[in-house]
């Protein structure tokens, strides 16, 4: 993969610049930014694991940054912090097993998931508006580390619609829209650290491109976490719902298509 790092001409420079500055900008409130970052790294011409790999470089610095600004505006709790390093192991032992199940069966079972996620979400209009969560119950918590865990797997296994099942888990579990983002993106670094550690033992990352994308996914994680936190739930809702529509359309098309 040497020979990419000398395709680096100004336009794929800015190339690089504008996806990952957009994919980061509603990556870092609803998650699937990989809709944006990944198709454009694989339209330069790489291979689909250092695709997958070189993303993780990028993305793994736009979801800090995002946390970071959650973390200041008091939008991430501390459970969600205890619960980061189950996503990082999670994500870890599913880079390492991704060929175990079919591609197409997971395409088929996350279709399914996330329609139930969205017509759910749809229909409770008022759902994450408030939080009324204090603190979580053994049940609750015992919940919470089987998402983490889980999570992390399937981010690192496959990965699309992480940042929604996440959202999802959170508000299921009583928190506001913003703050169920916040956790959410919290979990969503480390399961993308753990995947990148791998993908970096394997050797299948482009590091010119990826430092590129992941400076440019500083400034969109910025800006899109920062105006979720302004705008709050009339924001987040419908860009969530937005997004999970764009993911179940993504995979209903990969499955037609093969």
């Known amino acids: 993969m040497e020979n990419f790092v000398g395709s680096l001409d100004h336009m794929t420079i800015l190339f690089l610049i504008v996806a990952g500055f957009i994919s980061a900008f ?3 409130t609803v998650g699937g930014g990989g809709l ?3 198709p454009a790294l694989l339209s330069l011409g790489l291979p689909v694991p ?5 993303n993780k470089v990028a993305a793994s610095v736009g979801a800090f940054t995002s946390v970071i600004s959650f ?6 709790k501390k459970a969600a912090l205890a619960l980061m390093p189950l996503s990082f192991l999670g994500s870890a032992l599913g880079a390492y097993v991704v060929y175990l199940l079919p591609e197409k069966l ?12 969205a017509i759910y979400t749809y229909r409770r209009k008022d759902w994450g508006d408030t939080g009324t969560v204090q603190k979580l119950g053994l049940q609750a ?3 919470a580390f089987i998402m983490a ?3 992390g797997f399937y981010d690192g296994f496959f990965g699309p619609g992480t940042g929604s099942f996440l959202i999802f888990g959170f508000l299921y579990l009583d928190y506001d829209f913003v703050t169920a983002a916040g956790n959410a993106k919290a979990l969503n670094f480390a399961s993308g650290v753990g995947a990148l550690v791998a993908f970096a033992m394997s050797g299948t990352i482009v590091w010119s491109y990826g430092i590129i994308m992941a400076l440019a996914m500083i400034a969109g994680a910025i800006c899109g976490s920062r105006l979720a936190i302004k705008k709050g739930a009339s924001y987040v809702r419908p860009l969530y719902l937005l997004v999970t ?7 209903v098309y990969e499955i037609l298509l093969k």
Not at 71 to 76: D, S, T
Not at 245 to 251: A, D, E, S, V
């Open 36 to 38: 944006i970052s990944t």
């Open 26 to 28: 509603i990556d870092s």
């Open 71 to 76: 973390w200041r505006a008091g939008k991430i």
């Open 106 to 117: 997971m395409k088929n079972i996350i279709v399914v998931l996330l329609v139930a996620v």
């Open 245 to 251: 529509t764009l993911l179940i359309g993504k995979q």
């Open 141 to 143: 918590l015992i919940g």
């Open 149 to 151: 865990f889980g999570m």
């Open 50 to 54: 250092y695709a997958l790999g070189t």
